[in-house]
């Protein structure tokens, strides 16, 4: 995989922290860093996955009708001839 260089700077604070990640878990500072993204990346599509799931949840949708029904209705509606 192609990477491209990227420069952050971290407040003291922050630093400890990836400092003793990467100690941990015997990573190297930009390794860790990576996995820090990943996790979070991870975090936050998680959340939009649950953020969508609940507006889907909270959709008022009537419930579809069995095939059959379904294509007499259509067929009503649209003057087709389904089989």
Known sequence: MATRRFEIRLDPEREEHV???AE???LSMTDAVRRLLDGGWEDW???RR???VDRIAAMEIEEMPEPDELARQMD???DLDLP
């Open 24 to 26: 941990e878990e015997g």
């Open 76 to 78: 009503a509606m649209y």
């Open 45 to 47: 599509m998680k959340e």
């Open 50 to 52: 649950r953020l969508a």
């Open 19 to 21: 400092e003793y990640f």
